[in-house]
């Protein structure tokens, strides 16, 4: 394989601005403005060359500022003085840069894609609820003493039994009310997992595309773009970075069985929808089982690992998944000065990335950013355990 880089750029033109400061010479300063850093478009493709029909990884940069206007005008400041621009970027032109976001890597999008794709996995564990039922009386009566207990909110001991409704509600009811509904639509996920399965059998395989991470950060700030001509160019800058991933991957199965009717395929469905494919426990209910891996998995994707590599349908990869990810950044120029006879310095500025990489998966720990919901089950914990 060759390592290839290819670009090309539009140029904005050469600009100037002159300073004339009273009986003073004027100061005559030409920019040339033909770099790639001064580029009004450009264009970058880096990829790989000489294996045909294989899958490499690829990245394009895009850098489009042909929305932004160059600064032009002529102000006078009296006593002969004055300063005038043509065409000119100010110094603060700059490149434009992505906002950081918090993407899991490759390898851990890799991961998910796989398990989220993967034919043997299920809609809803019946082995999972039937074990959470033993809860349900405890929640229920739980639910029937929340109204008396609300006015001991000003004691810890209150306080710890309204911590223990919270994660009732949290751990035990909403995720009880979620399974039922997706039980109510077994019908239609069965349908689909059908389809599945003869795409799988078919010559071509399995191919799954899903979205894995969606992510809009924003940005706003003043700042001073140009002080070249002895005066200050004001402006307010609002960026917005949005990052967009998906993969796509094929499965093909490593054994065929006799029947790949619709009959056949109709009853192997709707066990895999409810985890019912086997006999007893298998590695990813027995994991949801065990108390506390919820926890975990807020921060490591052992249950994707798990997911990923459940075999009910003998299937498997062909090859790695390919993970696309599109990071896009709009910047916006707003002037903020008062000068008024200079235009420009305005408009919109657009950075756009498109990489493509190849994975099979892999495990990973983070330190991710919690969401309410998550802070609300730490701090009901945290409170359940004080003396």
């Known amino acids: 394989m060759t390592l290839r880089s290819r670009s090309r750029f539009i140029q904005f033109g050469p600009g100037s601005f002159d300073r004339k400061i009273g009986t ?49 005008g002529f102000e006078d400041q009296g006593g002969g003085s004055y300063f005038h621009y043509t065409n000119y970027l100010p110094s603060g032109f ?13 390898g851990a999008r890799a991961l998910t894609l796989r398990a989220r794709s993967n034919p043997s996995r299920e809609e809803v564990s019946i082995p999972n609820f039937i074990h959470e039922l033993k809860d349900l009386p ?41 399974d039922i509904r997706k039980m109510l639509h077994f019908q239609a996920a069965a349908d689909r997992r059908i389809l599945e399965l003869q795409r799988l059998y078919s010559s071509r395989g399995l191919k799954r595309r899903l979205n894995l991470y969606d992510e809009t950060k924003a940005s706003d700030s003043t700042v001073v773009v140009d002080s070249s001509a002895g005066t200050f160019i004001t402006v307010r800058k609002s960026r917005l970075t949005r990052v967009r991933s998906w993969g796509t991957i094929r499965w093909v199965p490593t054994s065929v069985p006799r029947d790949i009717g619709h009959q056949a395929l109709g009853r192997t469905a709707r066990k895999l929808v409810f985890g019912t494919n086997h006999i007893g426990f298998d590695a990813v209910q027995a994991w949801n089982a065990l108390p506390w891996t919820w926890l975990i998995d807020w921060f490591a994707n052992f249950d994707d690992f798990l997911e990923a ?17 599109l990071t896009e950044t709009y910047e916006t120029w707003e002037r903020t000065d008062s000068h008024s006879t200079i235009i ?8 756009r990335t498109k990489a493509r990489a190849q994975s099979s998966g892999s495990l990973s720990v983070t330190l991710p950013l919690l969401n309410g919901r998550q802070w609300s089950i730490l701090s009901a914990l945290a409170l359940q355990r004080l003396r």
């Open 138 to 178: 405890g929640m229920y009566r739980d639910i029937l003493k929340f109204k008396t207990r609300l006015k001991k909110l000003k004691d810890i001991r209150g306080s710890k039994e309204i911590a223990n409704y919270h994660l009732s509600i949290q751990m035990g009811w909403l995720p009880m009310i979620k």
């Open 94 to 106: 700059g490149l434009v840069t992505h906002l950081s976001t918090s993407v899991p890597s490759v």
């Open 24 to 72: 003073n010479p004027v100061v005559h300063t030409d920019q040339a403005q033909d770099t790639l850093v001064d580029a009004k478009w450009s264009g970058k493709c880096d990829d790989t060359v000489g294996l045909p029909n294989v899958d490499h990884p690829l990245t394009i940069t895009e850098r489009d500022d042909r929305g932004y206007r160059p600064l032009d």
């Open 309 to 325: 590599h459940r075999n009910d349908v003998p299937a498997e990869p062909a090859g790695p998944s390919n993970i696309m990810t």
């Open 344 to 351: 420009g310095s305005d408009g919109r500025r657009i950075l």
